[in-house]
């Protein structure tokens, strides 16, 4: 796939010197390069992404059987999409890392249950659509970041109560796993009507 000087424009956020976060709409991407097929789309664009910011036009992603992409190199990336984007997050310290994008969608009051905890549903009480989402994406996030198959939801990542800001914020979360509390620093931004919520790659 070429990179023309019309080519699909790729977001670019500099979290930090090691952590990368980049966007893409997939319907641009789809039109511009003529392809159909949504699993298609997603695949080719997020190899798009990979080999355009690491300028590598051979690099392949590669993916582990629990379906975590991960490349031949000390890079860590994670990948999501809903709908409209694609997001890819690139680590360069060789930190695992996740990345979550969710479109806002009142369908996730409906499985809120099976994802949160009592104490978090009690904080959740009156909040808006958006919180649920970004509690969603965040363990999401969390999950993809330690590739642990069968972490519960709802019993072992706990998110620390925050105050919702349209201009994004930090959150805290807590897993706990082998009978040991560990703690996760991640972000979420708001992206009109998008969720997304990044881990950082610091060592805590």
Request: with cysteine; glycine share 4%.
């Amino acid at each position: 796939m070429k990179f023309e000087e019309n080519s699909p424009k790729i977001e670019i956020f500099s979290l930090s010197e090691q952590l990368q976060l980049t966007l893409l709409n997939l319907n641009e991407f789809a039109e511009h390069h003529k392809l159909t097929g949504k699993r298609s789309i997603e695949k080719q664009a997020a190899l798009y992404v990979v080999r355009a910011i690491l300028k590598d036009k051979h690099i392949e992603i590669l993916y582990k059987e629990s379906g975590k992409p991960y490349l031949a190199s000390d890079i860590k990336i994670s990948i999501s999409h809903s709908y409209d984007w694609l997001t890819v997050l690139f680590s360069f310290n060789g930190i695992d890392i996740g990345v979550d994008v969710e479109k806002v969608r009142d369908k996730i009051l409906n499985i809120k249950e099976k994802f949160l905890s009592k104490e978090e549903l009690q904080h959740l009480k009156d909040a808006l659509v958006e919180k649920y989402t970004i509690y969603w994406g965040a363990k999401e996030t969390i999950y993809k970041t330690l590739d642990i198959a069968g972490l519960n939801f709802a019993e072992q990542i706990f998110i620390e109560d925050f105050t919702y800001t349209h201009r994004g914020g930090k959150i805290c979360a807590l897993v706990n796993e082998l009978g040991s509390e560990k703690k996760h620093t991640l972000h979420y931004k708001v992206l009109d009507n998008y969720i997304l919520v990044y881990t950082d790659n610091k060592i805590e």
